[in-house]
C-alpha cells in the first residue's frame, strides 16, 4: 500500500545543506522547522518524515515547506541515502513483511 514519492536532490550554496524536491505537498503553505529529534511531536506526514531522517543519522536539522525538504547535516555527514528515506514516507507495506493489526 501507498506510492514512492518522487525526489529530486537540488543543489544548495550552503556547506552541510542538502534540500529535496518532491511531488507532492507535506505541509500546505506552512512551515515545519524541526531542530531536533525531540521536537518532532506529532504524527502528520511531515513530523513522521523528520522523525525518520533523525533516525537515519547525521541530521542537525530539517525544514519542511510544502514540497521541498531541506536538511542541515551534521558536519562531515554524507547526503547518500536520504532520498530513499523520503521516497518510501507512504510505503506501509514491504514485500515479505506481514502487516500486522488488532480487530
Do not use: C, W
Not at 513522521?48 to 510544502?66: C, D, K, N
Amino acid at each position: 500500500m501507498g506510492q514512492p514519492i518522487s525526489v529530486v536532490r537540488k543543489p544548495s550554496q550552503t556547506p552541510d545543506v542538502v534540500r529535496f524536491e518532491i511531488n507532492r505537498s507535506l505541509t500546505g503553505m506552512g512551515h515545519e522547522r524541526y531542530a531536533s529529534a525531540a521536537d518532532v511531536a506529532g504524527d502528520r506526514p511531515p513530523d513522521e518524515l523528520a522523525r525518520r531522517l533523525f533516525e537515519r543519522g547525521g541530521v542537525r536539522s530539517v525544514h519542511i515547506y510544502s514540497n521541498v525538504v531541506t536538511v542541515e547535516l551534521e558536519p562531515g555527514t554524507k547526503a547518500d541515502g536520504f532520498e530513499d528515506v523520503i521516497r518510501e514516507l507512504y510505503i506501509h507495506y514491504r514485500p515479505g513483511v506481514a502487516p500486522s493489526f488488532t480487530p
